[in-house]
């Protein structure tokens, strides 16, 4: 079956990283004289992950002039890249082993985020990632329209997704626009609510393997 992963908050523990290049970037504002909110921390900010670039500064700072939120979205990027090659990056706990075991299984997987593309590549090379998915969709490179209109083209070149993974309701409209059912990151950086409409919420990694073999029963 061909499954697609989200890779923020579903596959890579990104809060810390995240955290840590917005708060250096919001630095450079308040430098140069713009009011930047009084909560970064990294719990207060993870509300993003997940979320593409120009919808989260124009939620997070949206008085910001346009030129400097590209910018800004960019230098966060440039941030993140260099915590990634200085090996500052993790997977979940249990993130490995699942994918193992659904290659094993025979399964096809690819990703499908949010992220700009030198950000995916960057994780690529950092953990090998080749070895378990065989296609990487950004939505920088279809310039961010969201996920659920990104799909079409993975059915080019992949026919239909038989599941999505993900944590955030960017993630599971894919499911809801496409019909295709979808397993729920309950240890990402989604909340209830948006986990309503998925099929099935996993509570940790490990658990991934189960959940798409209680989903393969039910499509047969």
Known sequence: MLLIFDFDGTLHDTKHLYGCALRKVCAGLTAEGFE????????????YLGVNAPDMWNDFMPELPEEVKKRSSRAVGREMIES??????????GITQS????????HKLVILSNCRTRYMDAHRKRFGLDRWF??????????FIPKQDIYPEIVKRHGKAHIITGDRDSDFLVGTAHGIPVIGCAYGFGTEAERRVCDIVISSPYELPDAVKKLEIQLI
């Open 36 to 47: 930047v909110p009084q909560d970064l921390s990294d719990d207060s900010v993870s509300r």
């Open 84 to 93: 990634v090659v200085h090996g500052d990056a993790r997977l979940f706990d």
């Open 99 to 106: 994918l193992d075991k659904l290659k094993s299984d025979g």
């Open 134 to 143: 065989s296609d990487y969709f950004c939505a920088e490179d279809y310039d």
